[in-house]
């Protein structure tokens, strides 16, 4: 055991070598790119080895968009009861499409139309129309609140308060996550306040 001994320390040694030369070269892989990046800005352009800052197009408003989604109700709590969807083989989703109206990188207003579909019992059927116009806070980053009025063709009335967030852009459409919270009274109902979760794209 003793005679193996140094043998065994020296291949030891050889294969701490190896890969701590796997690791270096792995770790300069993925520097590289970002130090070249930080040597080169996106929004700059070189030319005959002269560095300039690219010019952006500022945005014409206001500017109108119109958008696809579908909705999904997560839970609504009524009357000190929490009821999710899909419970007792009943499901709800609805599919919101409208028109945001930009007047600025910072405000504009949504007129929103939500037609929702209700299946139960084997059979399905369009329960309600939804109607929810409001208005647009924008900030940085694709975030956004919205503030909507809700007129619902079952009776129901309200207010639902949304929070947008744009997760993927490309040149013609723009991807979107969104969480809501309807609030909704009359038609001899109790107060209700639910949880939504929407996707959808706006068309650029």
Do not use: C, W
């Not at 007792?88 to 910072?106: E, Q």
């Amino acid at each position: 055991m003793q005679t193996n001994l140094p043998a065994l320390k020296k291949n030891v040694l050889k294969y701490f070598k190896i890969n701590a030369l796997l690791a270096f070269v792995f770790l300069s892989a993925l520097m590289t790119p970002q130090l070249t990046k930080a040597q080169t800005p996106p929004d700059t352009i070189k030319v005959q080895g002269a560095t300039y800052q690219k010019v952006k197009e500022k945005p014409e408003y206001p500017k109108v968009v119109g958008y696809l989604s579908f909705i999904v109700p997560i839970v609504t709590h009524a009357d000190g009861k929490f009821t999710p969807n899909f419970d007792h083989h009943i499901a709800s989703i609805g599919f919101p499409v409208g028109v945001n109206v930009l007047y600025s990188a910072k405000f504009g207003f949504s007129y929103e139309f939500t037609p929702t579909i209700k299946s139960s019992g084997g059979t399905s059927k369009m329960s309600n129309l939804l109607f929810d116009p409001g208005t647009m806070f924008r900030f940085e980053h694709g975030f956004t609140i919205i503030t909507r009025l809700a007129f619902e063709t079952s009776g129901r009335y309200g207010f639902t308060p949304v929070f947008n967030k744009v997760y993927a852009r490309s040149k013609d459409v723009n991807y979107f996550v969104a969480l809501s919270l309807p609030n909704r009274f009359g038609n001899a109902d109790p107060y209700s306040i639910g949880l939504n979760v929407q996707f959808g794209f706006t068309f650029n």
